[in-house]
């Protein structure tokens, strides 16, 4: 599983993206965002304000945590977007 | 008649707005209107030195075109070229262009507009500040008025 | 702030974007927005062989820029230019460029967009169809669809 | 005082400009209209829907058919406009 980051969660998290393997009870955004912040300080400040942060499962927006990430293969976390 | 096939480009390069449009109109006598958005980066009264702006590969494109084609079917337009631009730029320089050309001069408005509206809301782009003092530059923030531009393409007939 | 004064030219020759847009935004870092209209003469199905223009010299600068200085005054635009062609004009080529320049993307939009109504209904010109099979064109009609386009400018906060 | 006309105006008066004294009881724009189409069947083609013809005093729009003409040095009269 690949996780990918942008902007300001890159930053604070430390690194652009990484692979891992998710723990089976980690099935859903929901318990992905926690499972995160279980990883260490970087990550609690990421995920400080979980309702900005803004998912994408297989480069596609989805809003529901509860979303299930069974056959996903690239999660992105990222703020609002300010492009144009 | 056969759809247009919208043209995404997320490119570190500037572009030239007459050749695009040369590229879009040639040739073809059913384009009454062109409309072009680019979108300038602002010196923030002299404050800023230049934005930098990531953008999440692959994701840009797809997004950019999705909106792209549904601009494309509800406006019926006869192109339409979205262009944007990564990396560092700075004040004054371009960051993004769309052009949208159509029989008539409403829908090549709108289509544009929309499709900015969407591009500025939805494409996965984030804009970090260089300052002109050296100091670390801020990630610009979303702004609300952004998402509430969504709201005029809403259950409105075009 | 200096109010911005509109550049309004009545011409016969063509005119190049790119360049239009450079003399406006050249220098300047409080443009965020650009927004450009170009109006090309449509082949109306291959039946036209061209369009012919004609103006009333004088009145039409002035009737421009009446309505340029409004929307300049409305969106607070830091540039504005129009440009309009007369006399004999091919399927393909350029009728009319209106060029809308402000710090914010909606302010261009509609100022572009309000010219281009005014311009349509307000502006002394008058087109003549010549037609390609050689028989005697006839002089376009006015629509009720430009004059209604109007409305919306109507009691409107921008 | 200078008589302009535009497009089908023109075409059907058969000339773009005249100068012309117009006598002292012309002195609006409806009675500038019925001394035209007194002066022979080409005004009167011309005229022939005056209220699709658009009425300009010193090159500024005018509705009013009952303004007066006093100081005016320039008439135009055209069609609905088709510009843009």
Request: glycine letters at 6%; hydrophobic letters at 20%.
């Given at each position: 599983m690949k996780l990918i980051y942008f902007s300001w969660i890159r930053e604070r998290i430390g690194t652009g993206e990484e692979e891992v393997s998710l723990p089976e009870?980690?099935?859903?955004i929901a318990s992905l965002f926690e499972w995160l912040k279980s990883r260490g300080e970087e990550f609690e400040a990421a995920l400080e304000y979980p309702d900005v942060v803004r998912v994408a499962l297989d480069q596609e927006h989805v809003?529901?945590?509860?979303?299930?990430?069974?056959?996903?293969?690239e999660i992105a976390l990222f703020p609002p977007m300010t492009g144009g | 008649m056969t759809k247009a096939i919208p043209d995404i480009r997320i490119q570190a390069e500037d572009f030239d707005i007459s050749a695009e449009i040369s590229q879009l109109s040639e040739g073809r006598g059913d384009i009454g209107a062109v409309v072009t958005f680019s979108g300038l980066c602002r010196d923030e009264s002299g404050t800023l030195a230049a934005l930098e702006l990531e953008h999440y590969p692959g994701m840009a494109e797809a997004e950019i075109k999705h909106f792209a084609e549904q601009a494309i079917e509800r406006w019926d337009l006869c192109g339409l070229i979205a262009i944007h631009r990564y990396g560092k730029i700075k004040p004054g320089e371009n960051i993004v262009l769309v052009i949208a050309a159509s029989s008539h001069r409403q829908a090549a408005f709108d289509g544009a507009n929309f499709l900015m509206d969407f591009l500025k809301t939805h494409a996965p782009f984030w804009k970090k500040e260089h300052l002109n003092d050296g100091s670390a530059g801020e990630w610009v923030a979303a702004k609300d008025a952004d998402e509430d531009a969504l709201s005029k393409w809403d259950n409105r007939e075009s």
């Open positions: 009870n980690v099935d859903t809003d529901d945590r509860q979303t299930s990430l069974t056959g996903v293969k | -």
